[in-house]
């Protein structure tokens, strides 16, 4: 296998660019949903009983989005070796290392997973359950600017040859070619 590009997001755009720029669009996807989302509801109060279990939810996003990526992978019954590290001493985020190298499908498939099964039905419960629309759009928004590494990830591995394999390397992506 010949290596055609290693991706290392920190390098490429740096750790403080990253969080602005995830922050930002959740900001932006919040301001964009708010507005449809608040005139088909019309003026409902929403329910403060909503809030912790909203608070409790959003610590534990990151170890939801992480253990969604390995999912596909399980369902599919790929080798994957499961690590985790405990961020905050309570959260605990789950990080995955294949056995062999995926195909770029699979790659993509492991990369939309938390779109549909977070951020999808995140806006399907903002549109049915109007008292608590607005925490379920909070939810929803915050992880979309969680999966902004994810859709970066995506654009670049869909720039790929249609043949390539993807290996995790320690800090990124490696993009391998099979040798003629």
């Not at 390995?70 to 309570?90: A, D, E, S, T």
Request: charge should be positive; proline fraction near 5%.
């Amino acid at each position: 296998m010949n290596c055609w590009k290693t991706i290392k997001l920190r390098k490429e755009i740096g750790l403080n660019r990253i969080i602005l720029t995830s922050f930002f669009l959740s900001i932006l996807t919040f301001i964009i949903f708010y507005v449809p989302f608040s005139i088909y509801h019309g003026p409902n109060r929403s329910h403060e009983a909503g809030f912790i279990p909203f608070v409790i939810s959003l610590c534990f996003l990151p170890t939801i989005h992480s253990f969604i990526h390995i999912l596909p992978l399980i369902m599919m019954k790929k080798r994957v070796k499961i690590n985790y590290k405990l961020k905050m001493k309570y959260v605990p985020i789950f990080t995955y290392y294949t056995k062999s190298h995926m195909n770029k499908n699979i790659l993509i498939i492991v990369l939309l997973s938390p779109t549909v099964f977070i951020t999808m039905p995140g806006m399907i419960t903002t549109y049915l359950y109007a008292e608590y629309y607005l925490y379920s759009l909070l939810f929803t928004c915050i992880h979309v600017g969680v999966s902004y590494i994810d859709f970066w990830y995506l654009v670049q591995i869909k720039r790929a040859p249609k043949k390539a394999f993807i290996q995790n390397a320690n800090d990124g992506l490696d993009i391998l070619l099979k040798a003629n």
